[in-house]
């Protein structure tokens, strides 16, 4: 079983910035792509950006270079960090894995269980 925590969310003033950390742990083999979503109330959960084992990314048109993805794959750890935070910016914030098993047959996708940001106006 492998489990993400998500970590660095919280309140912010329009203009801000935010580091968000998603470390995972469990029985992983290793860990093909890791990204990054965000879900408003009421709203469907949306890619903000991946990153593969590799270091290659691919961003939502929305990001408009205020986020930038990257990992520590020695420490299974990913990140999202954020500049001059909008009120739109507001929603939760999860994090997603690909973990390969231990038989290196298959893959597992996990997620964590969110951390909300919140931006004032």
């Known amino acids: 079983q492998v489990q993400l925590v998500e970590s660095g969310g919280g309140l912010v003033q329009t203009g801000g910035a935010l580091r968000l950390c998603c470390a995972a742990?469990?029985?992983?083999?290793?860990?093909?792509?890791m990204g990054w979503y965000r879900q408003a109330p009421g709203k469907q959960r949306d890619l903000i950006a991946r990153?593969?084992?590799?270091?290659?990314?691919n961003y939502a048109d929305f990001v408009k270079g205020r986020f930038t993805i990257s990992r520590d794959n020695a420490n299974n750890t990913v990140y999202l960090q954020i500049h001059r935070l909008k009120p739109e910016d507001t929603a939760v914030y999860y994090c997603?894995?690909?973990?390969?098993?231990?038989?290196?047959?298959?893959?597992?996708?996990?997620w964590g269980q969110g951390t909300q940001v919140t931006v004032s106006s």
């Open positions: 997603h894995a690909t973990v390969l098993d231990t038989t290196g047959l298959y893959t597992y996708d996990y």
């Open positions: 990153i593969t084992r590799g270091g290659s990314t």
């Open positions: 742990s469990g029985s992983i083999v290793s860990i093909n792509a």
